[in-house]
């Protein structure tokens, strides 16, 4: 029987939560704070891809993660460049300033895991090389694939 009445709700239910828990073993941390973490870096990825390329990521997500990745999103407004890994890792940061200490670049290696075991492969590459060298090197790549 459906928990919620609803099997999407269900799925996407159950789909976030086997991402914060790897988020949360791979963290040592809670549940509240993994889903901050997931959140802050998606969003910041959101920022720094091309807007089609966004909106493909995001029609990979679980339906209650693409509901956090397009919070506070504006349309129209000009993709962030954040040319440089210190500009990312900084808006991460800025992201979990009210959550318990976690070091952005953990929470980014952790978050490009989850996406690289969990989105299409395909759909992963491309976000990848859209990336700066540096930023991109946080990502595992596509031999570290566990699904």
């Known amino acids: 029987m459906s928990a919620t009445g609803l099997e999407v709700f269900d ?28 959140g802050a870096v998606i969003r910041c990825l959101r920022d720094r891809l091309p807007a089609e390329l966004s909106a493909h990521l995001s029609a990979e997500l679980p339906l209650l993660v693409r ?12 993709t962030l460049k954040m040319r440089s890994l210190p500009e990312f890792l900084e808006r991460v940061s800025d992201s979990l300033v009210n959550t318990k200490p976690i070091g952005s670049v953990d929470a980014v290696r952790s978050v490009f895991a989850v996406l690289n075991r969990h989105l299409d492969h395909g759909q992963v590459e491309k976000v990848r090389h859209s990336l700066p060298e540096d930023l991109r090197a946080l990502w595992p790549d596509g031999d570290a694939r566990l699904m």
């Open 11 to 38: 799925r996407t239910l159950q789909t976030t939560h086997i991402w914060l828990d790897e988020i949360i073993e791979d963290l040592a941390t809670d549940r509240q704070t993994a889903w901050h973490v997931l």
């Open 67 to 78: 509901g956090s990745y397009f919070d506070g999103w504006r349309p129209g407004r000009e």
